[in-house]
């Protein structure tokens, strides 16, 4: 199996943004599955997953202002028409008891159309049901404002 990884550190929260844009300009470039594209952010509490989805949301040319989904569990973002999908679906599964808990809020749908673009922050909540294409984030503090972002992409 082809496996890509990457890791980055960063010292400030704009410099995190850098990395979340360019990653969603890489995305749109390489899209090719059959079912939606999902992204599991993992990590702790101020650990950057927020920050990066709404710089990823950027990225991808949304003007509106990505706000935390932690008591809405989701939010949907409208992607411009030159984008090859036509929503951003921002979960936080933080509340969530276990997988179970998305499925009864529409999960097989939601992964059923290759137009949507999941962003799932504690994806480690709900392993069982992402799909194995899922691209892995993972986020950890390193003192103060320094992060570690690690991708982990499965071809
Ligand atoms: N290098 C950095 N990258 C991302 N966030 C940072 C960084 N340095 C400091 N921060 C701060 O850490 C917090 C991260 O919060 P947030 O993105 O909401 O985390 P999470 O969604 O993982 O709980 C923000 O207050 C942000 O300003
Ligand atoms: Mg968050």
Redesign the pocket.
Known sequence: MNKMKAKHT????????LVAEKFAKDLLKKRTLKHAAVIG?T????????????AFARGLGIKETVV?P?FVLERVYKLPKTSPFSHLVHI?A?RLKGAGELLGLGWDALIANPKNLIMI?WADNVAPILPQKTIHLF?SHKG????N?EIKIQK
């Open positions: 960063t010292a400030h929260v704009l410099e995190t943004g952010l990590g702790d509490l101020g650990a950057g997953k927020t920050t990066f989805v709404k935390s932690t936080d933080y922050e986020f103060g404002d320094k992060r972002i």
